[in-house]
């Protein structure tokens, strides 16, 4: 840039941007100068993309030898291994969690100074249009007051001062003040379409930038539910809701390289227009607008003069001098040809009505207008805009290691619980204290009723002592009082310690011999008492 310029500095940021390899398709280095008309160039932010497409094949390629790997591989003793492989689960779900909340942070602070930062933009192009605007405006109805009004009152008191040839001069003289001022106005730069191409950028950068804020705004949303979900599936330990999140896993992973590629080549070639904007500038207004006007506006020093200082000071000039001889005209000819009056009045309301625009248009022509939209305009997007674009890089980054060791974990959590229905699938089914077992005890209720018929105790009684039980018991607990008036039936004292245990489908603490040998007498003369009550 030039060494004038000292009111924008670019940040470092764009330098290093700006100092990416530039590579077309043909692998061929190219200028980092800023020329998107340009084919090479355009490829060279392909390439980019590019880049980022190969990171995406290459992390599918290591997920696929990952997952490879995990389902041929066997582990000899799977009891050994199932304590540390949860706890590899585990901390890869909390790493993977951790790294999504901050991806989505970081992501959302990103989105959000982007989004200022075009705003910015899109605000100092509607200012600047609104400036040009205006002076277009200005002139159009100068020239226009001049052209018409002006003309059609000098032709009426040329008819009434036929007589005076005096008169007749003032007013040729008049014409030819005005003639000067309309030829200062053409030659004033036309600004329509200047002002046209403003408006329609401003236009569509807008609409850009809002659907590309939406855009990431889903994402960042898309990308936190699935995080959340898929650690609810790891806690829940459900099968299919781990299957759906590893499916939207690969797809959010294809999104985040997707969106680093393309967030990478917007951040570069925009880095690339700040480097020198003001040589695009220029540039692009070549045959529009005079280089020496453009030189102007983009750096506004004292050291440079205003090129309409010399049409604007003539076109004041002129003014003055009709507005003298109107002066003299009311003074003198009024009481010769008191029908002047009225033109001579309306062409001094033409001029003061030209003199007010001529102040508001050398305030729309000054430098400092335009010099300050231009500087917010690259503020917002060199500062504002680019920095945004970095932490969107740094988002998708983030997003696709998250991912990645999330897809890394869900296999590995589908094994776990495999693994534990298998045992639950090894387990005897007659075994009374297997959890199947007793789920399905729970939801078929009429398999487990029994009668109860006795009691743990140590005490020795007699078997003749014994009475019938009652025909059935239900599932519920057995009070003290029950167990005790039991136990008195069976000939035995109470056990206070033994009553915790009753009902509750918990063995009993130890067998003795005597034990098993009562137990068994109980049961066979229960059995000759009640025949087939007692079968399960």
Known sequence: MSSA???????????????????????????????????????SLIFLGCVAAAGLGLNLLCLAIYLSCL????????????????????????????????????????NSETNDGVYQLTYSL???????????????????????GLHQHLARLDEIFATRGDYVQTLQFMQQMADNVIKQMLGLPDWEEAKVDLASVADQTANIEYYRWLTYLLILILDLIICLLACLGLAKQSRWLLTTMMVFGVLTLVLSWTSLGADLAVAVGTS????????????????IIGSD??????????????????PLTIFQRSLTTMQIQIQGLLQFAVPLFPTAERDLLGIQHVLNSSEASLHQLTALLDCRGLNKDYLDAMVGVCYDGVEGMLYLCLFSILAACAFTVMLCAIPRAWRQIACREQDYDDMDEEDPFNPRVRRIGSQNPNHTNMHSFCS????????????????AVSNAPISSSEYMNQTALFGGNPRYENVPLIGRGSPPPSYSPSMRATYLSMTEEQSRHFGNDFQA
């Not at 500095?9 to 043909?26: G, K, V």
């Not at 002139?139 to 001049?146: E, F, H, L, P």
């Not at 006007?293 to 010399?310: G, K, M």
Request: net charge negative; charged share 15%; proline share 7%.
């Open 456 to 471: 743990y105790s140590s005490s020795i009684g007699s078997q003749n002592s014994l009475h019938p039980p009652a025909p």
């Open 272 to 287: 690339d227009f700040c480097i020198a904007p003001d040589k695009y500038l220029m540039s692009q207004t070549t045959g």
């Open 126 to 148: 509607y200012n600047a249009n609104h400036t040009l605007d205006g002076v277009d405006s200005l002139v159009t109805a100068t020239m226009g007051s001049m052209k018409s």
């Open 71 to 110: 389902c041929c591989c066997r582990k000899d003793d799977e009891e050994e291994s199932k304590k540390p492989n949860s706890c590899c689960v585990t901390w890869s779900a909390v790493a993977a969690g951790l790294i999504t909340c901050v991806a989505v942070g970081v992501g959302f602070y990103g």
């Open 293 to 310: 006007i453009v030189h102007y506006y983009l750096y506004c020093n004292q050291t440079l003069s205003n090129p309409f200082q010399q």
């Open 5 to 43: 310029r000292v009111d924008y500095i670019a940040p470092w940021w764009t330098y290093w941007l700006h100092n990416f390899p530039h590579i077309n398709l043909r692998f061929q280095p190219i200028e980092n100068s800023f020329k998107p008309e340009e084919e090479n160039y355009q490829q």
